[in-house]
C-alpha cells in the first residue's frame, strides 16, 4: 500500500498544473452516482443540492427503500407519470447532461415494476434458455421504451455473468443468461434495443461475479478457486463489437488477478484486464462503495483512492444499503477525494481522465 501511494505521489509531483479547487470539486463530483430518498423533488430536497450545488455526474434510482420499511414503492419510484416528472426535474436542475440510472435487468431484479403501471418483465434466465432473437428483443424493446419514456438514460444492466445454479447473488436469483454463449448473444441483442432508444447500457459484474459462492453485498467475497477465464468471453466479444457503454465492476477477490485487492480497488483487473488486454476504453463504474465486500475490510478514504487509482471512473454512492442512508455524504465524499489529490494520493490527471471519459458518454445522449 504505502509502495503504491509512492508511486503515485510522484506522478503528481511531476504534474505541471494544479486546477483550481472548484474545478478540482465539479471532477470529483462527476465521478459520483449517488442516491437519496424521496420519490419528488423541489429546491431544498437532498438530490437538489447534489445535482445543482454539488454538481454530480450520476443519479441512482431505486423503489425500495432499504434503509427506511423497505416496503414497495417506499424509494424514488411509485408510478409511470411520477418517475417521469421526478427525472425531468432532476435534470432541470443540472448546467450539463445527468446520467439517471437503475437496475431494470428484468425478473427478480427491476426498478420499473408492474405495481407502479409497468409492464411485467422476465428473466435473464428465462431468455437465455430460450436464446431466441425475437423473443429477447421483443422484451428488450419494451424494456427500452419504458426506460427512455420514464426520463431513465442508463440501464444498469445486462448482467454478463455466467450461470451457476450455486451462486446466491446470480444463479438462485435467475440473473444470468446461461453459458459464454447465450450471454453474448442474448446481452448483444438487448443491448441493441436500448441503443435505439438511447439508453446507454452498463455490463455488470466484472470480471466476472457468476461463480462467487457468497455475495459481496455481506462481506468479503474470494473467488481464486472457483472464477474461470472464461467468464471474460462475454466482455471480451461485446467489446470488440463496440456494444458496451460501461462497465460495473465487482467486489471479488481473485488471487489469480490480482493478490492484494479486490476487482473495484485493482489496478491489474480495471487498467491490466479490461482496459489493456480486452480494449475497453469506456467509462468504469464501481457497485456500491459502501456494500460490506469494501467497507468491512476499507476506510471509505482508502477505498476511492484505490478505485480511482485503479481505473474506476464512477463511484456509486447509492446510499440505500445495510450501512445505512447519509444525506451530506456525497458533499463529504467530494472532500475527500479533493483532499486525496492535493496529498498527492490521486494524481490530477486521473480525476481529469475520469472527466473526460464520462464527457464522452454523455454525448451519446444529445
Not at 427491476?110 to 428465462?126: C, D, H, I, M, N
Request: net charge positive; aromatic share 6%.
Amino acid at each position: 500500500m504505502a509502495a503504491l501511494i509512492a508511486t503515485v505521489a510522484m506522478t503528481v509531483s511531476a504534474q505541471p498544473h494544479m486546477p483550481s479547487d472548484s474545478v478540482l470539486r465539479r471532477w470529483a463530483a462527476q465521478m459520483l452516482m449517488v442516491g437519496f430518498k424521496g420519490n419528488s423533488i423541489d429546491a431544498q430536497s437532498d438530490a437538489a443540492r447534489y445535482v445543482r450545488d454539488l454538481h454530480v455526474g450520476a443519479i441512482v434510482l431505486f423503489d425500495v427503500d432499504l434503509t427506511g420499511d423497505a416496503t414497495t414503492g417506499s424509494r424514488n419510484v411509485t408510478g409511470r407519470e411520477q418517475l417521469r416528472r421526478l427525472t425531468s426535474d432532476l435534470q432541470s436542475y443540472a448546467d450539463e447532461p445527468l446520467l439517471i440510472a437503475l437496475d431494470q435487468e428484468g425478473g427478480k431484479v427491476a426498478r420499473l415494476k408492474p405495481q407502479y403501471g409497468f409492464t411485467p418483465t422476465v428473466s435473464a434466465e428465462y431468455l437465455g434458455q430460450l436464446s431466441n432473437k425475437d423473443t429477447t428483443q421483443h422484451y428488450a424493446r419494451i424494456m427500452a421504451s419504458e426506460l427512455s419514456s420514464s426520463g431513465v438514460n442508463v440501464n444498469l444492466a445486462p448482467v454478463l455473468d455466467l450461470y451457476n445454479p450455486e451462486c446466491p447473488a446470480i444463479g438462485k436469483l435467475h440473473r444470468s443468461f446461461g453459458d459464454a454463449k447465450a450471454v453474448v448473444k442474448n446481452a448483444g441483442w438487448m443491448i441493441d434495443q436500448l441503443h435505439k432508444k438511447h439508453v446507454l447500457c452498463t455490463a455488470k459484474h466484472f470480471p466476472g461475479h457468476g461463480n462467487a459462492m457468497s455475495d459481496s453485498h455481506w462481506g468479503f467475497v474470494d473467488v481464486t478457486s472457483t472464477w474461470q477465464p472464461e467468464e471474460l468471453e462475454p466482455y471480451k466479444k461485446l467489446i470488440k463489437k463496440h456494444k458496451i457503454d460501461i462497465v460495473m465492476t465487482a467486489h471479488i477477490f481473485n488471487r489469480n488477478i490480482d493478490p492484494d485487492y479486490p476487482a473495484t480497488l485493482s489496478r491489474r483487473t480495471i487498467d491490466g484486464v479490461l482496459r489493456k488486454q480486452l480494449g475497453f476504453n469506456g467509462v468504469v463504474v464501481t457497485d456500491d462503495m459502501y456494500m460490506e465486500g469494501i467497507i468491512k475490510q476499507y476506510s471509505i478514504e482508502n477505498a476511492l483512492v484505490l478505485a480511482i487509482n485503479a481505473g474506476a471512473d464512477l463511484l456509486c454512492v447509492g446510499n440505500n444499503i445495510a450501512t445505512g442512508f447519509e444525506a451530506d455524504r456525497p458533499f463529504k465524499l467530494v472532500d475527500i477525494i479533493v483532499k486525496a489529490v492535493k496529498q498527492g494520493r490521486i494524481p490530477v490527471g486521473r480525476l481529469q481522465q475520469s472527466y473526460n471519459r464520462i464527457q464522452q458518454l454523455k454525448k451519446k445522449l444529445r
